[in-house]
């Protein structure tokens, strides 16, 4: 089902990142879910993109194994955005795919501190539609049995943002998915 419009617009993270148990609300170490046996474990990548800011732009985002290797390349158009606004949408369209595809568990990596503190709470969130995303952002986060979230250097973000990059070209909403020859 396609979200409506509303919908959709609604210094690296300390290095002893916890996550969250939504059911428990407890902190748990990443390495405890981590573990390969967990078959429902993914990575997101996710990262947005404008040219203009604001101007066109778009929202990308991987789906990797615990391993790393990939398994879905996303993209989404955001329209007319600021960079900001695109990086909630790219996180959005990741933890949106990874519930659709059944993953339990996700360790989200992009190298916007904003957003990553924001959904964190470490940061207040002042502008009426940036409060918004980071709310659907958290909702999202709250259906995994386990969520962790952390900034990364924009080196380590490069697949993320080549998608994002490619969507600036969609429409606002349209999603453009790859699979993984061998995992799709």
């Not at 078959?39 to 778009?58: L, R, T, V, Y």
């Not at 990364?152 to 993320?160: F, I, L």
């Amino acid at each position: 089902v396609m979200p409506t419009n509303m919908e959709r617009n609604q210094n690296h993270v300390a290095a002893g990142l916890k996550s969250f148990s939504a059911s428990q609300q407890k902190p748990v170490p990443w390495k405890n879910y981590a573990d390969p046996r967990h078959q429902k474990s993914c990575i997101i990548e996710f990262d947005g993109a404008s040219k203009g800011n604001p101007g066109q732009a778009g929202a990308g985002a991987i789906l990797r194994a615990t391993d790393g290797s990939e398994i879905w390349r996303l993209r989404e158009g955001v329209g007319l955005a600021t960079n900001n606004v695109a990086e909630y949408r790219a996180v959005i369209l990741g933890l949106r795919s990874a519930l659709e595809k059944g993953f339990q568990h996700v360790n989200v990596r992009g190298d916007s501190q904003l957003v990553c503190c924001q959904i964190q709470g470490k940061w207040k969130t002042k502008n009426e539609n940036m409060a918004n995303l980071c709310k659907v952002a958290k909702e999202l986060a709250k259906k995994f049995v386990t969520f962790a979230i952390e900034q990364v250097p924009r080196e380590s973000n490069s697949d993320a943002d080549a998608q994002a990059n490619r969507a600036i070209t969609l429409r606002d909403g349209e999603v453009e998915m790859e699979g993984s020859r061998s995992r799709a």
